[in-house]
């Protein structure tokens, strides 16, 4: 087995940018020590499997032309069960990450799985996490909107449109600040796996079916309709300033 050095516990423990306290530190070193003295593997931080789905910051009763009924069997059933499969996939990984006789095609199938099941958490994170709103842009996200698109409503044609073009199918919408080109997007994502390479989503739309099927059937764009009467551009407007603050990191 390979030795486990200090500095690349402190690494791994530091992840994200949240160093662990000194005392924390001391009991993580001992139990690495003690799991090298008896020949068993350090646990993988990422595969701990301990993943829970973030709680509403909203009443699901008090949507406009979003369902109570939608929204919780959206949050339960869906966002719930892939936060189940995403620490089922993570708890086998963990499992097989020292078998040597795993065919390392059949571990892929698994890291794909991994890749699927995250992107998916990740995007209802985010989805959940920008409803609850009054559906009124302010502050510097419409600013820059406006900077980008000439005016809201530019934008907001371009964004349902996006929308309305996977009605029927599956996947996402996002507004999008791109590191790389320093500009905002509308970025169309046919699954969880496809998203803008280095990209901050800052306001995220559900196009799968579930996220509105039982509530306006195969109507898709009456549903576009309604989420967009109840974003909550508070949070997209602090999505959107820490994406800045980080842009601004990188460039230094």
Not at 86 to 103: C, H, M, Q
Not at 105 to 118: G, N, Q, S
Request: proline fraction near 3%; charged fraction near 20%.
């Amino acid at each position: 087995m390979n030795n486990i050095s200090r500095r690349e516990a402190i690494e791994t423990m530091t992840l994200g940018g949240v160093a662990l306290s000194l005392t924390n530190l001391v009991t993580a070193e001992a139990q690495i020590k003690e799991a090298q003295t008896i020949g068993a593997p350090a646990q993988v931080k990422a595969f701990a499997g301990l993943h829970q789905p973030k709680p509403l910051t909203f009443k699901p009763e008090k949507l406009n032309g979003l369902s109570e009924k939608l929204i919780k069997s959206h949050y339960e059933n869906n966002y719930g069960g892939t936060v189940k499969a995403l620490n089922a996939v993570e708890l086998k990984l963990a499992a097989l990450i020292n078998e040597k006789d795993l065919p390392p095609y059949m571990y892929a199938d698994i890291k794909r799985e991994e890749l699927i099941r995250t992107g998916s958490v990740v995007m209802h994170d985010l989805y959940f996490g920008n409803l609850g709103g009054d559906g009124k842009a302010a502050s510097d996200i419409l600013f820059a909107i406006r900077l980008t698109w000439g005016s809201y409503e530019a934008w907001e044609i371009e964004f349902k449109k996006v929308g309305n073009g996977l009605a029927g199918g599956s996947g996402w919408v996002t507004l999008g600040y791109n590191f790389h080109t320093g500009v905002l997007h509308n970025y169309w994502g046919w699954d969880h796996m496809h998203n803008s390479p280095f990209s901050c989503p800052l306001l995220v739309m559900d196009m799968y079916e579930h996220s509105y099927h039982m509530d306006y059937g195969s109507a898709a764009a009456k549903y576009v309709d309604a989420f967009m009467l109840n974003v909550d551009w508070e949070e997209v407007n602090r999505r959107f300033v820490r994406s800045q603050k980080a842009a601004a990191s990188l460039k230094a």
